[in-house]
């Protein structure tokens, strides 16, 4: 017993020990970042691996704080809102109707948001834009907003989780006179809340990391969230100074609050995650 007892010991600083290399390994390029943006622009160019900044500055975080940032953060922090919420609500009534609803062409509808899990996002690019402009709706909020309030990944999620909920449940509230929305809020969407937060978390994540459709929805500068502003300032020429520190501190300023949010809710986001598996 001894013996195994320190075969396990062993194995196990082994895998702890590699674990560790594999987080530093991870998380190295995300330190690298964060101190370079404390650099001079010259530092940072000569000694882009060092992460004690000498001298330490926080000209870059003072330039950007004075100039887009609290623009492009306000865009964000609507448009993020106002997805993270409907498109949790929406995809939960789509689900809940494919699952318990039946209506003709329900099996032609799941299968074609089966399909378009299978296209490209980029391919969706064009067509998106031309919709957006014969909506009338380019360069504004809601040409923003309205096209990202409904994802067919959200919407299979929660209709293979209603489909795990058995129809019993809601006998009891039909009887009782409630109707199919009555229904389904009261009865099948409290239980099914750890789907639900799962789909808010990863609404939340997608819509505050959305690219490609604000460049083919709108122009105007003042309409730019933090993912097309980091984007634009990342592509703009900089003259002779490479701004890596201007750069790398738009970036960090970009995460920090999903990193914040992350690591409050991270116990949350693993219970919902495998409740969500699980069920």
Not at 58 to 75: H, K, R, V
Not at 93 to 98: C, D, F, N, P, T
Request: overall charge positive; charged content about 15%; glycine content about 6%.
């Amino acid at each position: 017993m001894p013996r195994r007892r320190r075969k396990v010991r062993r194995g196990d600083l082994v895998l702890y020990a590699a674990a560790s290399v594999l987080s530093l390994l991870f998380i190295s390029p995300f330190i690298i970042s964060i101190a370079n943006s404390f650099k001079t622009d010259a530092q940072a160019t000569s000694d882009p691996l060092s992460l004690i900044p000498s001298p330490v500055t926080f000209a870059a975080y003072e330039q950007i704080l004075g100039s887009w940032f609290p623009q492009a953060l306000t865009n964000s922090v609507i448009i993020t809102i106002v997805v993270t919420l409907s498109r949790a609500f929406i995809n939960a009534l789509a689900g809940y109707a494919l699952s318990r609803l039946d209506f003709p062409g329900r099996r032609i509808v799941f299968a074609s948001i089966i399909g378009v899990l299978a296209v490209p996002g980029v391919v969706l690019l064009i067509p998106r834009f031309l919709v957006v402009h014969q909506l009338g709706i380019y360069n504004t909020y809601a040409g923003l907003i309205i096209p990202l309030l409904c994802d067919a990944a959200g919407i299979f999620i929660m209709k293979n989780y209603f489909d795990s909920i058995p129809v019993s449940i809601e006998e009891a509230a039909r009887i009782d006179g409630a109707g199919v929305f009555r229904t389904f809020w009261s009865i099948v969407l409290p239980m099914a809340l750890p789907v639900v937060v799962t789909v808010l978390i990863l609404s939340f994540q997608g819509s505050w990391n959305e690219l490609s459709h604000f460049i083919v929805a709108a122009q105007d500068p003042d309409l730019s969230p933090l993912t097309k502003a980091v984007a634009s300032l990342t592509a703009g020429a900089g003259g002779k100074e490479n701004r890596f520190p201007l750069k790398l501190a738009a970036a960090a300023m970009m995460t920090l609050p999903v990193a914040i949010l992350f690591f409050i809710f991270q116990r949350r986001i693993v219970k919902s995650e495998s409740g969500a598996i699980k069920e």
